[in-house]
């Protein structure tokens, strides 16, 4: 499981799981009222083309789909391209990797929310047992008090 802890500016801090990369884009897209691609998504040209019943190799195809036919020329066919509009702009496609969680947290920060995730159950409790951890300081033990919570009802944590 993946663990995300939210801490608004203003408002209660959340602290909530997702199963796997997939649930936490759609968990994100649901939270912001975007679409999942929109948080995140990994496809070639080649996977673009063929959601528009195309191929490389059909005729007139620049002509028709110009941006699709540069992302290929420009990229390869085959090369994974990345979205995460939080950090590269709206629509915007990158041959570098964007990990999703990294695309989710940059989607929640965006309205000024402070944003942790851990990667599995382990992560986050050793985050939540480390006493030095500045987010648990100040108003920050109300989120540290979210995220136990959220172990506990996991059942990663023992409620004792």
């Known amino acids: ?7 608004p500016a203003d408002g209660a801090a959340r ?7 997939e649930d ?4 994100v897209a649901d939270r ?11 496809r070639s040209a080649r996977e673009l083309l063929a959601m528009c019943g195309e191929s490389p190799d059909a005729p ?13 020329t420009e990229h390869g066919w085959d090369t994974p391209l990345y979205r ?7 629509g915007q496609l990158v041959a570098t990797p964007v990990a999703a969680a990294d695309a989710a947290a940059a ?16 992560h986050a409790v050793l985050a939540f047992e480390n006493d030095a951890e ?22 990663a944590l023992a409620d004792a």
């Open 24 to 27: 936490l884009i759609e968990r």
């Open 32 to 42: 912001r009222g975007v679409q999942p691609w929109d948080v995140w998504d990994r």
């Open 107 to 122: 989607t929640l920060a965006a309205a000024g929310t402070e944003v942790r995730i851990w990667s599995d159950h382990r």
């Open 134 to 155: 500045p987010l648990w300081q100040g108003r920050g033990w109300r989120a540290r008090h979210a995220l136990r919570e959220q172990l506990v009802a996991t059942d």
């Open 84 to 90: 995460a509009d939080a950090l590269h702009g709206r």
């Open 1 to 7: 499981m993946i663990y995300v802890l939210e801490i």
């Open 15 to 21: 602290a909530w799981f997702a199963y796997d990369d």
């Open 60 to 72: 007139d195809l620049a002509a028709r789909l110009p941006g699709l036919c540069a992302l290929g």
